[in-house]
């Protein structure tokens, strides 16, 4: 049986490609973006953290600072960017029909053009160093099975670091990822890493198929 189109796939019918559009804002495509998400990160250590320390027995910390850091993240933008963002949007492209539901991201930056087309950001409590087996798990089982970010051949994690060293982290996400992360030009200063992967691309669909994972750890102990 096949599948009934969403409103969302009769509404754009086509998909272009999502760095493409952002290449005309500024060279390299994504940087506009993960600037955005840096400054807003700046915003809300500035007025949270600032005041109250994220608590490691929190069981609902992941969702609740994603939430919080949605709006900093739109406070931030000037309203001209081709993209508007959006917390826990879900991408109806990888969707398998009823009864399941489609998948979630924490983020999602989503051309205004064509909302179809995502640039999403994956979000983990990383409670030490040490802990990165379900952020690795989110990578290999979302991202790179383009069950997330079908159209995009760029998206983040973002790792909420409680405790420990960012740079441990970072190796440790290497090592157990068996991936090689290196530094961003762009943003050299920031606890920024990339790795670059060869998707599998499902039968029959013509995603991109080389993929960029930008690592973005925030620290949420800073007090």
């Known amino acids: ?128 160093d040490g802990s990165v087996a379900e952020y690795i798990k989110e990578i290999r089982s979302n991202f790179l099975t383009c069950r997330y970010a079908p159209f995009s051949s760029e998206a983040a994690m973002l790792g909420y670091l409680l405790g420990g060293d960012s740079q441990v982290t970072f190796g440790n996400i290497g090592i157990k990822g068996n991936w090689k992360l290196n530094m961003h030009l762009q943003f050299p200063d920031g606890d920024h890493r990339t790795s670059d992967h060869k998707r599998k691309i499902p039968e029959g669909k013509v995603y991109p198929a080389d993929f960029r994972c930008h690592h973005l750890l925030f620290k949420l102990k800073v007090l």
């Open 1 to 128: 049986m096949v599948a009934r189109q969403t409103y969302s796939e009769r509404r754009w019918p086509d998909t272009p490609e999502f760095i493409s559009v952002l290449r005309r804002l500024k060279e390299g495509g994504s940087i506009r973006i993960l600037e955005l998400v840096w400054k807003a990160y700046d915003a809300f250590c500035a007025e949270g953290l600032s005041q109250v320390e994220c608590c490691e027995d929190d069981g609902d910390l992941e969702r609740d600072i994603t939430q919080l850091l949605e709006p900093k993240i739109r406070e931030v933008m000037t309203g001209l960017e081709p993209f508007d963002v959006q917390h826990g949007p879900y991408e109806r492209e990888s969707w398998l029909g009823p009864p399941a539901q489609p998948p979630q991201y924490d983020i999602a930056f989503k051309l205004r053009c064509n909302r179809r087309v995502m640039w999403p950001l994956g979000a983990k409590v990383l409670r030490t």
